[in-house]
């Protein structure tokens, strides 16, 4: 990586102030932090727990190639993009995604332009886990 890209994929638990400290510059004037947390229920059924998995090599590489893509669309400073793998329970952070930016359009775009990329190319995917069963969602290429 360089100094205005930081990419992982890691099975332990992401660590937020870390995150955005990173990102902190003296430079920039705005910082947009996104903050994927676990909900407890989805379409009215109680979540037990989320299983993330990863092909860790080809996410690396797209999520390398989202942060490039919003470094050369938009003027921002740094971005991070940090994903979880593992079993994850309500309340814990699989995702976190830090921009900074001289100016606040360009942090938040970046950010939105982030999370929405790596949910749709991204090949990581997350078995929601139910009282009841058990189901795939978000699978990707």
């Known amino acids: 990586m360089n100094n205005t890209i930081d990419i992982k994929i890691s099975a332990a638990p992401l660590h937020t102030q870390a995150c955005i400290d990173w990102a902190m510059s003296p430079h920039c004037g705005g910082i947009d932090v996104f903050i994927g947390t676990v909900r407890n229920a989805t379409k009215g059924k109680n979540v037990i727990r989320l299983e993330f998995e990863a092909y860790e090599s080809m996410a690396v590489r797209e999520m390398t190639k989202i942060a490039a893509a919003a470094s050369a669309k938009w003027p921002i400073h740094k971005i991070l ?61």
Not at 121 to 133: L, Y
């Open 81 to 141: 993009i940090h994903h979880r793998t593992g079993v994850l329970y309500p309340g814990d952070i699989p995702v976190i995604i830090v921009v900074s930016a001289a100016h606040r359009d360009a942090a938040f775009d970046a950010c939105r332009y982030a999370i929405d990329t790596l949910k749709q190319t991204v090949p990581i995917w997350k078995k929601e886990v139910f009282e009841d069963g058990e189901v795939w969602v978000a699978a990707h290429p």
